[in-house]
């Protein structure tokens, strides 16, 4: 019995370290999609700054463009950024 609990218990561990990581790299994920959003993009298009932290939910990521001389919003941009170890199977799903 003593066994089986240790093992259990490694397991959490080893969950919570997969959890952990996927955070993470969720959260460097957002942050470089930013950066090359940011990078590609004019003085006229505003942005929502990424989240703080790794597990922060909600929108990932807005940009509205406007026009380069009339206060008139020309185009919208909403990020929502995805990490997956299953992803071909995830977008295979999602766009047949």
Known sequence: ???????????????????SRYHRDGFLFECISWIVARQSSSSRTFMKDPHIAATTQGLDGLAIEMDPTE????????????????RARILRARCS
């Not at 003593?2 to 959890?19: H, L, N």
């Not at 206060?71 to 299953?86: H, L, N, R």
């Open 1 to 19: 019995m003593e066994r089986a609990v240790k093992c259990r218990s490694a397991g959490k561990r080893i969950a919570q370290k997969d959890v």
């Open 71 to 86: 206060p008139v919003m020309v185009g919208a941009t909403i990020f929502e950024d995805k990490c997956t170890e299953i």
